[in-house]
């Protein structure tokens, strides 16, 4: 079964540190993937999506994330973190059904 | 391009009541989907519209649930007789679905609380 998997629940960083998050997908064939980033009491707004082709993609505000089939993930990144990125951020996978599949999240916490 | 719209935003009810939730979508999107979000978890998959059309729906979607999508513009999420367990947000999202193969992104609303007392 098609399954998304963040293992990070709650992760802290300075401001202007660089940023990781990972994810994990689990789909027979290549999925579709992609990032939504969730303030409180918000919906989600996407940051990023891969498709097919490069497997660097780039996003909106600054981030980045790189599909790795070999290690079926796809790890969202921003080389230099604001207090304003401090947010809920969600992995998501669709397929051919086009429904998404989310992880639980990872929420961000942003030190000055 | 106005986003997906959704109301209300908050909504408290005793157990037991009716309630139903409004979705417009952005206005060239023809595919319509709805998400539950629980408190610490990812938005888990409802149901989805192509048009007007509902095409697949979630073991989630109990009896108690009813979507509907007249003439594919709008659409309304129903539950009735509300329990404690459907305390959520209720998240409407569309995508416009361009042809075979092109899956493009789903946008999101601001969701609707549901507040079970």
């Known amino acids: 079964a098609q399954s998304v998997t963040q293992p990070d629940i709650h992760i802290t960083v300075s401001e202007g540190a660089s940023l990781e998050l990972r994810c994990n997908y689990s789909?027979?064939?290549?999925?579709?993937l992609f990032w939504y980033v969730q303030s409180p009491g918000q919906g989600l707004q996407l940051l990023l999506k891969?498709?097919?082709?490069?497997?660097l993609v780039q996003g909106i505000k600054g981030f980045e994330a790189e599909f790795k089939r070999s290690q079926s993930s796809f790890n969202l990144r921003k080389p230099s973190v604001h207090w304003s990125d401090a947010a809920e951020y969600f992995c998501?996978?669709?397929?051919?059904?086009?429904?998404?599949?989310f992880g639980t999240g990872t929420l961000l916490a942003v030190q000055p | 391009d106005t986003g997906v719209s959704q109301n209300p935003r908050h909504k408290i009810t005793k157990r037991g009541q009716n309630v139903t939730f409004r979705c417009d979508p952005i206005?060239?999107?023809?595919?319509l989907y709805w998400y539950r979000q629980t408190l610490g978890q990812g938005p888990e998959f409802l149901t989805y519209?192509?048009?007007?059309?509902?095409?697949?729906k979630s073991r989630l979607l109990s009896d108690r649930f009813s979507a509907e999508r007249p003439k594919g513009s709008f659409s309304t999420l129903e539950i009735q007789r509300t329990e404690q367990g459907d305390s959520a947000m209720y998240l409407c999202?569309?995508?416009?679905?361009?042809?075979?193969?092109?899956?493009?992104?789903?946008?999101f609303g601001d969701g609707t609380r549901l507040s079970i007392l």
């Open positions: 891969y498709f097919s082709g490069d497997t």
């Open positions: 789909y027979g064939a290549t999925p579709y």
């Open positions: 206005s060239e999107h023809n595919r």
């Open positions: 998501a996978s669709g397929g051919a059904t086009n429904k998404l599949i």
């Open positions: 999202a569309s995508s416009l679905r361009a042809g075979t193969g092109d899956n493009q992104p789903q946008h």
């Open positions: 519209f192509q048009n007007e059309a509902q095409l697949e």
